[in-house]
């Protein structure tokens, strides 16, 4: 019975997602005079438009070609896609997530094409003089194509971190942003003055923030780490719930303390943990066999647990919304009660979110309903969200933010048995124009992980929040996560090392929660008791070295 149940939704999912059924699934007309080139596109936070945009222009240039794209969340997971890969005809796929050990198998099985050629072969077709190699972001450039090797089998997709987002207009009517004067004690400065609503109104002006300088992203945001929790009293103070975010899903406050730890290391700290090369502000010299000295030994983990911890357990019951770590709190119902707060909270709204780049896109139908519900001030792109600086260390000095995304395992790949390759290659070569990319982001609200000039024009089809994201890391220095630039992450006896949920786990987590945060939110584990957890000691890791083979 369960050979045949399987055997019959392989036949429904080969005939409703795929154009093996001879029909295109959403609707579009099938011209027999024109080469068809089939994308396949994980409709996730991204939306559709920007592709839909690529493909009206790209048929302008290339009138020859038909791009039909195919969109689903469930059918174009990449395991789904390995393991039916024949049932699949689309050429191009873009796939959210595909773990390295899932990559290897993609290339190693022959299912994907090796686009080196076309991928560093300069733009010269679309008037510029970069390959699509030459413009991906620095960190990933050696992933995505080994310098003694001309192969190449995936693109990175998008580029996205776990940020804070606040509620600007909540900052505004609360008083909620850093004066000029934050923490000036004399001259009768009373303490009410250290908070500004930021428009003028009151006749302070905003702090110049963690870069100091004026009207930047930062204006009025916390520098420090007593800055921020001053803050978050501030919110309690003036009626407002500081955090909400998907406590139901544990990947979401752990990816941000990956970024805290990111902000708190700096660059080349931070990169240690994929490289295992260097020197450790904390560690000394760092190589394959001491680099267990990372894992608990980077004072940056200490302090992004200690952020997670005295958000969730400091001040009567924490920082954080009941809803938070409700087992149905997934990321959609926290985009809602973060927004929805304004008007249903009996006066008690919630001030910030912790959330993907994707975010407001993937809420836009939440926007809709407000808007309609309530007041056009609510419609998306209308109601303005800004990027909240994470917060430093109180004994560190701002020199530089570092920034750590979550999205380079995202990628692009042309189908191996596609019989229409050329005209797939000069497709992915023209989204990858500084035009393309440009109208990509624009459209999308989110940045691809290359370097590039955003135009006017594109800018202004971004929301406010989704312009100031591009504000930030245009100020920063990023890395990308689970990339194994070490050969060790990519041995099975290594792999267990790699990425963030891997990095903060705890040992002594395996009778609860797996995750820092839920195990804070229960009470189980203090901030000492899941670093001690963290630790792997010289014996453990010597031994996954010694298996990995890699010291011959």
């Not at 149940?5 to 392989?10: E, G, M, N, T, V």
């Not at 959210?96 to 993609?106: I, T, W």
């Not at 407002?240 to 303390?257: D, E, Q, R």
Request: one cysteine or more.
């Amino acid at each position: 019975m369960k050979k045949l149940l399987c055997a019959f939704l392989a036949a429904v999912v080969a005939c409703t997602a795929f154009v093996g059924c001879k029909r295109d699934p959403q609707g579009e007309e099938i011209d027999p005079n024109r080469t068809q080139i089939y994308v396949a596109l994980y409709n996730g936070g991204l939306g559709r438009d920007w592709l839909d945009a690529a493909d009206a222009a790209f048929e302008a240039k290339y009138s020859q070609y038909q791009v039909i794209v195919n969109v689903s969340k469930q059918q174009f997971d990449g395991q789904m896609i390995y393991d039916n890969f024949a049932s699949y005809n689309q050429d191009i796929f873009f796939l959210d997530y595909v773990a390295d050990e899932l990559y290897r198998q993609f290339i190693n099985s022959g299912k994907i094409a090796d686009i080196g050629e076309a991928m560093t072969e300069p733009l010269t077709e679309f008037g510029e003089t970069e390959s699509v190699y030459d413009k991906i972001s620095p960190f990933l450039k050696d992933y995505y194509k080994a310098a003694d090797s001309d192969a190449m089998y995936a693109l990175p997709w998008y580029q996205s971190s776990y940020q804070i987002i606040y509620d600007k207009e909540l900052f505004t009517d609360k008083a909620l942003y850093m004066s000029e004067l934050y923490g000036v004690t004399e001259g009768g400065i009373d303490q009410e003055m250290w908070w500004t609503k930021g428009d003028g109104s009151d006749g302070l002006k905003k702090s110049l923030g963690q870069d100091g300088e004026e009207d930047t992203y930062d204006d009025g945001l916390p520098v420090t780490y007593d800055d921020f929790f001053a803050m978050m009293d501030r919110m309690i103070e003036v009626g407002v719930i500081p955090f909400t975010w998907a406590g139901g899903a544990n990947y979401y406050f752990v990816s941000l303390l990956l970024n805290l730890t990111a902000k708190y290391e700096g660059y080349n700290d931070i990169m240690l943990n994929y490289t295992l090369s260097g020197t450790d502000s904390d560690c000394g010299p760092i190589d394959l066999e001491n680099g267990y000295l990372l894992r608990d030994g980077q004072a940056g983990k200490r302090y992004a647990l200690q952020f997670a911890y005295d958000v969730i357990r400091g001040r009567d019951g924490g920082y954080i919304s009941d809803n938070t770590f409700n087992s149905i709190q997934d990321n959609s119902a926290a985009q809602n009660e973060f927004l929805y707060s304004r008007e249903n909270t009996k006066g008690n709204p919630v001030a910030m979110l912790v959330d993907g780049a994707w975010w407001e896109k993937e809420s836009e139908n939440i926007f809709d309903e407000m808007a309609t519900r309530y007041d056009e001030k609510y419609a998306y792109g209308t109601r303005e969200f800004g990027v909240m600086p994470l917060p430093i260390g109180n004994d560190q000095q701002y020199t530089e933010n570092t920034v750590a995304c979550v999205s380079g395992r995202s990628m692009i790949y042309v189908n191996n048995n596609s019989d229409v390759k050329e005209g797939a290659l000069l497709f992915l070569q023209f989204l990858h124009t500084d035009e393309m990319l440009s109208k990509a982001t624009g459209l999308a609200n989110t940045g691809r992980p290359y370097v590039y000039e955003m135009a006017d024009e594109d800018l202004a089809l971004m929301t406010p929040y989704g312009r100031e994201l591009q504000e930030y890391y245009a100020s920063s220095r990023v890395v990308f996560d689970e990339i194994p630039l070490n050969e060790f992450y990519r041995t099975s006896s290594g792999v267990k090392y790699m990425g963030y949920m891997r990095m903060f786990a705890c040992d002594l987590g395996n009778d609860g929660p797996i995750d820092p945060a839920s195990a804070f939110n229960v009470g189980t584990h203090t901030v000492d008791g899941w670093l001690d957890g963290m630790a792997v000691s010289e014996s453990r890791w010597m031994n996954d070295v010694n298996a990995s083979g890699l010291l011959g």
